[in-house]
């Protein structure tokens, strides 16, 4: 009770030694705030005070900048993602070998930061230069220039792929397909790509940053917009999961010939959830050969726009039904202006008060989310685990129901930040969530294991909704560009079909339980105690 008071008292301390700009200035500190720094925030100033929210956001982006080192997040050389790297149980530092491979939706996290940063984002500033926020384009300018001429390297020697990435591996020290997608590459994670390269370019147009890096980047999206039809488009509204190439050195004009859907069971990108990222990009940009055929990609994906209805103990809602209702399933919502539709706006926060309602019931200490499992220390990570949701809500009636991870509170986040905070706060509070370069993976809800892990999609997630995403840029460029009308209305025709009553506007979003809060046998990382909050403050 004693450490709780201290902490508490230095908490308002510091609150008044801070200073601040509403809800965008960076608080100042002589030193950098301690990296388990969750040990001096509470649920009231969180859900309540817009300074304590600002200052606990700078937080989080100045620990989760510590993931972008080299061979920790990124690979210099390239400009490059990695997927991660594997952290030791006691320590919480790097340990063995970072996972020298990654895919398109970790580069779009890593750009969709680097396109906040530049637009001029004090937070995603902090996440690229902690010590001198304002220099963060002199950090970023540099991996641009490499990332792009790896791309370049890339298309050049694999034509054939049309500007589209496979699962690629930085282990020789260039751009290389993975074993298993030499033929191949996906449509989702392109379409995350895709949009981050369209706010990036946004960004770097209005801020007449060099023109020549620019175009280049410019060069890269035009040839993934002129090759999306050839390669991915299978006709009558379906369009392929996975391409499979025939000949990876093809040179352009590429031709329709060259590409199939995979075999023997072909696979289409019929979901509502994050690859509609991809059918949006196609139907807004692509050269369509007339207005019906477009029209069939939305005819096609119908089948898994579904309502359901979960009855909270405020009441029913109706919200969205998920896969496996992993709150992966929403990052579209962090990318295209879905918020901006008064009927989206609605669902999505449904799903919110929806999941929040279903971990407080059932006394869970987070959210549910795709994410790689726990393991005994020593061991290796055993599989990723995707199925980890709400079976009740989601097509998939099986789900692992054992597991947490922070960035589960994103899509809350997005649609009501002072409650994701709190969320967030519950998740990262617990022991080994948090360590020198951020938060962890994944927990188990008895508190006795981790995922010893750094991953782009559980920790950068967060940070970018944190931010608010890139749905104000990219609504900008999309009405400059004439085509926001067409997304607005393709959303709220689609939506207003699946959802033609709500139920739930009285219910409010449900907070963490007392009887939720973790009490395992884990002792926090020995880099990242209680005892490190009061040294560094002290």
């Not at 929210?53 to 690979?75: A, K, L, P």
């Not at 010590?131 to 390297?153: G, H």
């Not at 289409?268 to 029209?295: Q, S, V």
């Not at 901006?340 to 549910?368: H, W, Y």
Request: with cysteine; glycine share 6%.
């Amino acid at each position: 009770e004693r450490m709780k008071a201290f902490v508490s008292l230095l908490s308002v301390t510091l609150l008044l030694l801070c200073s601040y700009d509403h809800d965008k200035l960076v608080y100042a500190l002589a030193s950098p705030p301690p990296c388990r720094f969750s040990l001096s925030y509470n649920v009231s100033g969180l859900l309540n005070d817009p300074a304590i929210q600002s200052r606990f956001i700078t937080d989080v982006v100045y620990w989760e900048g510590q993931f972008h080192q080299d061979m920790v997040g990124y690979h210099a050389k390239t400009g490059l993602s990695l997927d991660g790297t594997p952290i030791d149980y006691q320590t919480g530092e790097p340990t063995g070998s970072p996972h020298l491979f990654s895919a398109s939706s970790k580069e779009s996290l890593h750009i969709t930061m680097m396109a906040l940063a530049l637009s001029g984002d004090p937070y995603a500033q902090v996440f690229f230069s902690p010590d001198a926020p304002s220099e963060a384009p002199n950090v970023i300018i540099p991996i641009l220039e490499n990332k792009i001429t790896s791309y370049e390297y890339f298309n050049s020697k694999y034509p054939g792929f049309g500007g589209y990435f496979p699962w690629y591996s930085v282990a020789n020290g260039v751009m290389e397909p993975t074993s298993d997608f030499v033929t191949s590459t996906p449509a989702l994670d392109n379409g995350q790509l895709i949009w981050s390269l369209y706010a990036l370019i946004r960004i770097m147009k209005d801020t007449n940053m060099d023109k020549n890096l620019t175009q280049r980047y410019e060069n890269q999206l035009d040839m993934m917009t002129t090759n999306a039809l050839t390669m991915f488009y299978a006709g009558d509204g379906k369009v392929r999961a996975v391409v499979e190439i025939k000949n990876v050195t093809a040179t352009p004009p590429l031709q329709a010939s060259n590409y199939a859907s995979t075999s023997p069971v072909p696979s289409y990108l019929d979901d509502p959830y994050e690859g509609e990222l991809f059918t949006f990009y196609i139907d807004m940009f692509a050269k369509w050969p007339n207005p019906t055929e477009r029209e069939k990609l939305w005819v096609f994906k119908r089948a898994l726009l579904k309502s359901v209805d979960y009855n909270t103990p405020q009441g029913p809602v109706t919200l969205q039904k998920g896969w496996w209702f992993s709150a992966h399933e929403q990052w579209k919502i962090m990318v295209l202006p879905y918020l901006e539709v008064p009927i989206c706006k609605q669902v999505f926060l449904n799903c919110e008060k929806a999941r929040t309602a279903f971990s407080a019931v059932n006394n869970i200490p987070g959210m549910r989310a795709s994410c790689n499992d726990v393991a005994q220390p020593g061991q290796n990570i055993p599989d990723y685990v995707s199925d980890a949701g709400i079976p009740a809500l989601s097509f998939v009636d099986e789900s692992r129901s054992d597991l947490y991870t922070p960035y589960g509170s994103f899509p809350l986040l997005m649609t009501s930040r002072p409650e994701g905070l709190v969320w967030y706060h519950a998740m990262i509070n617990n022991t080994k969530m948090q360590g020198p370069h951020g938060s962890t993976e994944a927990a188990n809800i008895n508190g006795t294991l981790i995922s010893p892990l750094l991953t782009w999609d559980t920790k950068i997630t967060s940070v970018v909704a944190m931010l608010g995403g890139t749905t104000r840029i990219v609504s900008k460029a999309l009405l400059d560009d004439g085509v926001l009308d067409r997304f607005t209305y393709v959303a709220n025709r689609e939506y207003s079909m699946a959802f033609p009553s709500l139920k739930g506007a009285n219910v409010t979003i449900a907070l963490p339980t007392a009887a939720s809060k973790v009490k395992g046998t884990l002792t926090d990382f020995t880099t990242c105690t209680a005892r490190s909050l009061m040294l560094a403050y002290c």
